[in-house]
């Protein structure tokens, strides 16, 4: 049976109060079709798609399930907000991974009975300044070219849909499609939903090395000892080209990027707003629980998880800025994540030199909305089919076609 229990967190612990489900812990099976390093949204949608497809699937988790950048996450599925120049590499698999998210809602609500909070009022990106006008403007004149179905409102428009917008507010664009999870549902959901599936999760476990024989991926030696596989998946995160986990033939460009946030509590009866607002400097998307999630700083410091003077600072600021009413608001909970970036900022996915060693890594800002098309292309690839062509774009050899 499995219970669940709401964990209070003080203001100061590293993450953001979850749904702990309570589950006995698995012990390593000796042998498995797929071994999947990361119990991170990423590794645990592989394994939920990978058991329904009929394999004999594991996922080793060295923490628990969440406990990297996913449980960290705000939860947005903001695949045009995102989107910028540089961007256009990513936008196709991101906008079929957005396509997919109602299917998987549905289907992920269906075998875990947990509802996922996928808020669909879609996301305002706010301009507060002459500047900021301009240049969402040529953010607007973007997505029109990419033919995402971005609308630009006047001041007045975008007031009338959130009156807590501070009255300077100049512009803004409705994102109409990109909506929001609670990655506090979704992460327990994933884990009933993949155990349901047949897949087995073995947390507080960690993968030391991945087994090689002839040459060919043979399975992970654990420091609870080895599961013998024809394939593995590398789904660590940031901690992906930790050294000693891929063999030394792999260079897997994929660094940490801390992220703070801070939950705020709005007032139930009088949201401060219903829709996730976007500006330069922060994002506020609001939970159905009530919390108002403000994020997020973006910093290249390693694996230093510290909250910052300055960090809480700037997201304070920034939130107050373009909604005046944070203010009254009290503090639920502050934390740190760090985000799986790699060298051109889009996933990685699919093949290695290494048969049998497949790679899902490097989701950056996006790893919630890009997890059901990433397990769709893993699962493929297991299968010995081809991935889509916009997820087969993604594979770890365009770093060496670049160079
Ligand atoms: C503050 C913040 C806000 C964000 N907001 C959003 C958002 O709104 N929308 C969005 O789409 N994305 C968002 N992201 C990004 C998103 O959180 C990540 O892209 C995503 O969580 C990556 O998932 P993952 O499974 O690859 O990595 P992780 O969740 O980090 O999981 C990797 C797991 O691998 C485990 N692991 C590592 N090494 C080993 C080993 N040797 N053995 C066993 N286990 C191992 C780790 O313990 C970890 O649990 C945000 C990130 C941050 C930090």
Redesign the pocket.
Known sequence: MTIIIEQTIDVGRRLPATPILQHAPAALPATADVVI????????SIAWRAALAGLATVV???????????????????AAAEFETGGESLLPFALASQRRWPRFRDELEQASGVSLDFETRGTLVVALTRDETSRLRAKHDLHVRAGLPTRWLAATEARDLEPGLRSSTTAALLCADDH?VD?RRLIPALRLALKAAGATLVEH????SIDRENGRCAGVV?NHGACRAPSVVV??????A?AG?LPESIHAPVRP?????IALRMNRMAPATRHVIWTEQV?M?PKADGRLIV???VEECGFDPSITAGGLFALLEGARRALPCVEEMSVDAV??????TSDDDAPILGATPVPGLLL????????????PATADAIVDLLQGRNAAPEAAALDLARFRRSA
């Open positions: 390093i990361g119990g991170g949204v990423i590794g645990l080793v988790e060295r923490d628990e399930a969440g406990a990297g950048a996913s449980l960290a996450a705000t939860g947005m599925l903001a929001q990655p476990c960690d993968v030391l654990t789904a660590a995160g940031a901690w992906a930790r986990l990027l801390k992220g703070q946030s994002h998307a994020g997020a700083t934390w740190s994540g760090f985000r799986p899902a890594v490097g989701h950056h800002r996006n790893g919630i909305l890009l997890a």
